[in-house]
């Protein structure tokens, strides 16, 4: 069965970085593309960034943009959001999803696999 198992959350100060990972196994990573949402307390689950399989290319919204950075290791089944100039509002459960399609995708119940989401605490 396929598994999302995102790792590397915790406690950082406003300004610091914090690299969170996810680990897929049971499905050909190599064909996926891989997401990562987040979703703090009171509100909506939001879009953070993808990757594709195909092309390998990357998205991001705009609050992230240039202080993010998202890759993967298709040898280790593995995709990596880098998260550097952290800010108080990046706080939230971080998610990565996985869907078998070549294009980016930003919308969560278009994802056919999601994980069970790790904290990152960004502290003012």
């Known amino acids: 069965q396929v598994q999302l198992v995102e790792s590397g959350g915790g406690l950082v100060q406003a300004g610091g970085s914090l690299r969170v990972s996810c680990a897929a196994s049971?499905?050909?990573?190599?064909?996926?593309?891989m997401g990562w949402f987040r979703q703090s307390p009171g509100k909506e689950r939001e879009f953070v960034a993808c990757t594709t399989w195909r092309g390998g290319r990357t998205y991001y919204t705009d609050s992230v943009k240039g202080r993010f950075t998202i890759s993967r290791d298709n040898v280790k089944s593995t995709v990596y959001l880098q998260m550097n100039s952290l800010k108080f509002e990046d706080t939230a459960v971080y998610y990565c999803?996985?869907?078998?399609?070549?294009?980016?995708?930003?919308?969560?119940?278009?994802?056919?696999?999601w994980g069970q989401g790790t904290q990152v605490t960004v502290s003012s």
């Open positions: 049971g499905l050909t990573f190599s064909r996926y593309t």
């Open positions: 999803a996985a869907v078998d399609l070549g294009q980016y995708v930003v919308t969560w119940d278009d994802y056919n696999y």
